[in-house]
């Protein structure tokens, strides 16, 4: 930059971005600082579009005439969205959105080639034609109504100049541009016309220490990088880094979590991030904050249905009125909720009376506020509306807003102003696409928290051209990024973009392009390091071709910070103390005990479960899901076949029925069993068409059965197994013409083997239960394993039932007993003992089978089994 101790006055300097027009005005302040100069005039520096806008305002204030009004970004794409909404072509158009993007980029390049709209040549593709028509179409609304877009008021400041009605400064520095557009080379060749005198300055050749290193992948490139500069700011606090990262937009989130957890590593930046001495130059959509995200949440609850995830987040977040007072009451609600379906009606769900009152209260008026707006209003009318909608939901919060929170709310007030703006576009708009365009707005507006100057400035790649460092650091110089894929937009021709040498549009464009801007950052410091990675996946990656001839550098002959990360300063410093404490306290006398038959099945399973969730009430926090969970699918078929035989009542009946008769209960039958889940949806109906051919199948085997009679269906029986209370529900009970009972219990899963119940620990122990709470006429006990894979009933029974799925005792290998009375005593012993461990507290880590018991099982954060096994158990987890 020594240019800056060569300005004159009346002179300016004009930049492609803001960042180096703040950079050149802190420089020349330092200059005049290192002059001992006390009192100075201020560098006048600016990026090129503004200074487009400031002459037309300086023109607009020298004068009384009426002038266009110029439209903003948002105005203008919103202006071509419309467009292409009302044309034919629009019904075809998956994402008129993002066509509308790609339509203003093909505007505004031909604009800045100066290459005129009705050429012919624009014709000469179909969807160049349909671009060719809507710009016809914005070209015409523009004049019709006096606007002017960002493209045509340089067109527009241009002619002024030729006019001379713009005052000139008298030297024209342009610093820091790759390359000038022949719109800006011709709004220059007329300044100079007029006598300005233009300066472009050239890069100043810095000494260079060049050198290229090759990283195992982005993660470790990233790393490295960020190890480099902490240990260049330990050694000079004072010292000047430039961590310059392609597509830092795409990256910014995952570069600021590497850093964060590097310098983190120093006690003294652990306690405020905005402490770190780094800042990231990419912002983030203004709808990726949560107080802003909040915001839209409670704009789009003008709509009747809402999904789960929105209600648990508007529960949770502390932006809405009243969540510090009533945070508890919401969580505990938002866990209950947890049962609904994944969209359901938010007015409906508001009546719960275990809704949180002071929740309630700001969103009944809220959804009152919503049905009572009008169907269509101006854009400003919208606005004042959205800013009503927030107050009602009290946000932004009840507590203090931090830093970063105070500046979100102000730009987001401030965007509320601007969106009012497109009232002079837009007609009578309904809700809910007013807030369409302000999402939008919003998201396209990137956001950057204000924080000081830090010594490490990471940056993308454009931004760092012509900027200062003592060091720098480029990554991401593979030949896949850089140089980048050609991108022509698909709305020019390609032969006129190749002709014309646009942007993006061939290889050899974007090699000249990129070799002129590495050019340029080979020069932003004394030490210069280009890394990339060797690959990427599973894909491997070469050097760009623009850094081959760059000497290597190995990683050892960097100097670099030490790091470890926190999970392994945690894991190296364990010190593991091992209580072996497998009891907990026995079962009081007073004690009310919950569980009923799961408590044998869960002490089977896992001592330490059955004591986790039947005494400690420890459970997962369910997930919402689409369609039926598999219980409430189970729940479905026990009721609808408990509907069936209710009418059916024996096997005799059932076989006389005839095939329609028999469609047409099984029909009614599913459809009386999904009635509590409301309307019949198009899933529901499918859901019911699978039920109705499993029932019928089951039917149908149930048919080849020996005569039996339904005697019992959904029974519950109350009994008491070693001072254990337990109720008993038994899906059905068949009698045989002896007297003798057949105890079922349905099976909608393919897992069922009678072998677990003849083990110290059953895995389905309600039959074995109710065999010894009921003895006497007890024949047999079976699963009805209903699924679309098997269709059969499969158990153990003291006769011949004439079912080759039902065994008789003594053809069971897995007991030693002799006789059904023997087997009943084992059950009653086995069952009893289990009864006993749970009453004495026995809660060891032990899973009958690891692999299965422990796959579904959610307490793993508790049991801590994935850490610690005890050596007496002869199992792996997988």
């Not at 464009?509 to 050019?519: A, I, K, P």
């Amino acid at each position: 930059m020594d240019f800056l101790t060569q300005i004159t006055p009346h002179s300016i300097v004009l930049t492609p971005n803001r960042r180096l027009s703040a950079h050149a005005i802190k420089k020349y302040n330092r200059l005049q600082h290192e002059k001992n100069i006390s009192c100075w005039s201020s560098l006048d520096a600016l990026p090129f579009s503004s200074w487009i806008q400031r002459c037309f305002q300086n023109y607009a204030n020298e004068n009384i005439e009426t002038l266009p009004f110029i439209l903003t970004p948002t105005q203008e794409i919103i202006l071509w969205e419309e467009i292409i909404r009302q044309s034919a072509q629009a019904e075809h158009l998956l994402q008129v959105s993002g066509t509308a993007e790609l339509i203003q980029s093909a505007w505004v390049i031909l604009k800045q080639w100066r290459f005129p709209i009705t050429h012919p040549e624009l014709n000469s593709t179909e969807d160049a034609a349909h671009f060719q028509e809507w710009a016809k179409q914005f070209q015409t609304r523009c004049q019709k109504y006096h606007w002017l877009d960002s493209s045509a008021l340089i067109e527009y400041v241009t002619d002024l100049i030729q006019k001379k009605k713009i005052k000139l400064p008298k030297n024209i520095y342009l610093f820091g541009f790759t390359e000038l557009t022949p719109q800006q080379e011709f709004l220059f060749a007329e300044c100079k016309t007029q006598g300005c005198t233009l300066i472009q300055p050239t890069s100043h050749k810095i000494s260079t220490h060049t050198k290229k290193i090759n990283l195992l992948d982005e993660e470790t490139e990233l790393l490295t990088m960020a190890k480099w500069a902490k240990s260049l700011h330990e050694n000079n606090s004072n010292v000047s880094i430039g961590c310059i990262v392609p597509n830092l937009e795409k990256k910014r989130d995952h570069i600021v979590r590497v850093f964060s957890r590097v310098f983190s590593d120093e006690k003294k930046f652990t306690l405020n991030p905005l402490s770190f001495p780094f800042n990231i130059s990419a912002g983030k959509p203004l709808t990726s904050y949560p107080i802003i995200h909040c915001a839209f949440q409670l704009l789009s609850l003008a709509d009747e249905f809402i999904s789960h995830e929105t209600i648990s987040e508007l529960l949770h977040t502390p932006f809405i009125g009243d969540a510090e007072k009533e945070k508890i009451q919401r969580y505990k609600w938002d866990i209950a909720l947890k049962q609904q379906p994944l969209t359901i009606i938010f007015k409906t769900i508001l009546n719960d009376d275990e809704a949180p009152a002071k929740f309630k209260k700001h969103f009944n008026e809220l959804i009152h506020f919503f049905e009572t707006l009008p169907h269509q209003l101006k854009i400003s009318e919208w606005t004042a509306i959205f800013n009503k909608a927030l107050t009602l939901a009290g946000w932004p919060g009840e507590r203090s807003l931090n830093s970063q929170e105070y500046q979100l709310v102000h730009r987001f007030l401030d965007l509320l102003n601007e969106f009012s703006q497109l009232e002079k576009i837009l007609p009578n708009v309904s809700y809910k696409t007013a807030l369409h365009y302000f999402n939008r707005m919003a998201s396209k507006t990137i956001f950057q928290i204000q924080s000081p100057d830090a010594p490490i400035q990471i940056l993308g790649l454009l931004e760092a051209t012509e900027l200062n460092f003592d060091a720098v650091w480029i990554t991401g110089m593979d030949d896949q990024t850089w140089p980048p894929t050609p991108k022509p937009n698909p709305f020019i021709p390609l032969h006129l973009q190749k002709k014309l040498n646009m942007p993006h549009a061939s290889s050899d464009r974007e090699l000249h392009y990129c070799r002129e801007l590495l050019n340029q950052l080979k020069n932003t410091a004394k030490q210069v390091f280009f890394s990339y990675a060797q690959q990427t996946a599973d894909t491997p990656l070469r050097p760009s071709a623009l850094i081959h001839d760059i000497p290597d550098i190995t990683l050892e002959k960097l100097s670099l910070a030490e790091f470890t990360s926190p999970e392994k300063n945690i894991y190296d410093t364990k010190q593991i103390e091992l209580l072996k404490d497998e009891n907990g306290p026995p079962i009081q006398s007073n004690e009310k005990i919950r569980g009923g038959t799961s408590i044998f099945k869960l002490q089977a399973a896992c001592p330490f479960k059955s004591f986790s969730e039947l005494r400690l009430h420890a459970k997962a926090i369910e997930s919402p899901q689409l369609g039926l969970k598999a219980t409430e699918r189970g729940t479905l078929l026990h009721e609808t076949l408990q509907l069936i035989w209710a009418k059916l009542k024996n096997h005799k009946t059932l076989c006389s029925y005839s095939e329609s008769e028999l469609i047409s209960l099984v029909q009614e039958s599913v459809s009386a069993a999904l009635a509590p889940f409301g309307k019949m949806s198009r899933y529901l109906l499918l859901e019911s068409q699978r039920l109705e051919k499993l029932v019928l199948r089951w039917l149908e085997y149930e048919k080849s059965r020996p005569p039996f009679e339904v005697i019992a269906r959904e029974k519950e029986t109350k009994a008491t197994v070693a001072n254990i209370p337990i109720t008993l529900r038994i899906d059905r009970i068949d009698a045989f013409p002896d007297g003798s009972q057949l105890i079922i219990d349905y099976k909608s899963g393919k897992q069922n083997n009678i072998k677990y119940w003849f083990t110290e620990r059953p895995e389905e122990p309600q039959l074995p239960l109710y065999s010894i709470v009921h003895p006497e006429k007890t024949a047999g006990i079976v699963f009805a394993q209903i699924s679309a894979e098997k269709m059969q009933l499969m158990g153990v029974s003291q006769n011949n039932l004439a079912l080759s799925s039902v065994k008789l005792l003594s053809d069971v290998k897995y007991t030693t007993a002799t006789s059904w009375s023997e087997q009943l005593t084992a059950w009653k012993k086995t069952l009893e003992n289990l009864a006993h461990a749970f009453c004495k507290g026995k809660a060891s880590v032990h899973p009958k089978q690891p692999n299965e018991t422990c796959r579904h099982c959610h307490l793993h954060s508790l049991c801590r089994i994935y850490e610690v096994v005890d050596e007496n158990y002869e199992y792996e987890i997988e």
